[in-house]
Structures are given as C-alpha cells and as structure tokens.
C-alpha cells in the first residue's frame, strides 16, 4: 500500500484530501505539510487505513516514495525518521527518487539509515531510471562511432533501444 502524497512530501492539491481538511491544505503558505495539526490529522486517518487489511494478514507493507526533491543529508534523513516513529509496527518499504540517495559517495550512508528504521529499500524506479541512462548514453556514443566511419549503426540502434525497453 503507497503512502498518502502529503505524508511523504509530494505536492498534494486540496482537493484529494476531505473536504473538511482541503481548506486548511490549500492555506499552506509553504511546501504541503508544514501545519503539524493536520499532518498529524492526516496521519491519523491515513493510518486506520490498512488495519482491515493487516488484520486479515493481506497487508504486505506500506511504501513510503520520497520525492526527487528530497536530496540526501543529514536534514533530509530526518524525514523519513518521522515517517517511520509514524509507522512504528507496520512493515515498511522506501524509494528514494532523487538519484543521490545512491551514488557511491551516500550510499553506505543511506543504507545506515534504512537499517537503521528498519525498512526494506525500493529500487525498482531508480534501476529503470539507471537503465534508460545508460542506454541514452550508449546511444550518443553509438552515433559518435557512426559519425566516425563505423558502419551497421542502425542494427546497434535496434539492441540499445530494445535494452532500453527491457
């Protein structure tokens, strides 16, 4: 089950939450989820959610996807702290969209963290994005062989952009 946008940190127009809550969301004069009360109201209802289905044993874990905007450091790792003291019980899964979180020079760090909250980690949104990465970047020099004398480039075009697919 994803967690609710506004508890993760992504934008969340007023019109997705209760009518009773939308106009205290669409008063935020900052990022959504500044005003603690109704973070924690929505906290609140977002968590009587899954009972049903972890009651019935049908609740795999909540995913918890961090925005691209919630670059790696120390100030951004407190986030996903909150979230998890929030979530204390439940089985808890993390993706990180912004890239950094994983680079060789934060990983070590980033795994500390999950360890450290106990969740599992995400990655299949980040191995695609590596993937088309590197297939874009296959492509380019591909063309720049092609540009010096190389010759079947169409037949090298048809595997990168199938890899790419796959």
């Not at 450290?116 to 191995?127: M, S």
């Not at 540009?147 to 697919?165: F, L, S």
């Amino acid at each position: 089950m994803k967690a609710f946008s506004l508890l993760t940190g992504h934008p969340t127009p007023p019109s997705a939450l209760p009518a009773e809550l939308s106009p205290a969301l669409a008063r935020q004069p900052g990022p959504a989820g500044t005003d603690p009360g109704l973070l924690d109201e929505v906290w609140d209802r977002f968590s009587g959610a899954p009972e049903p289905l972890r009651g019935a044993g049908w609740l795999g874990g909540l995913l918890f996807q961090y925005p691209r905007r919630l670059a790696p450091g120390r100030p951004a790792a407190a986030f996903p702290r909150r979230c998890r003291e929030r979530a204390a019980g439940w089985p808890v899964s993390v993706e990180f969209l912004h890239p950094g979180w994983w680079r060789e020079d934060h990983a070590a760090a980033t795994t500390a963290l999950l360890t450290e909250l106990d969740v599992a980690k995400r990655l299949a949104e980040q191995a695609r994005g590596m993937r088309e990465d590197a297939a874009r970047r296959t492509v380019t020099r591909l063309h720049q062989a092609s540009d010096a004398g190389i010759r079947n480039r169409h037949w090298w075009e048809k595997a990168v952009h199938w890899v790419a697919d796959h």
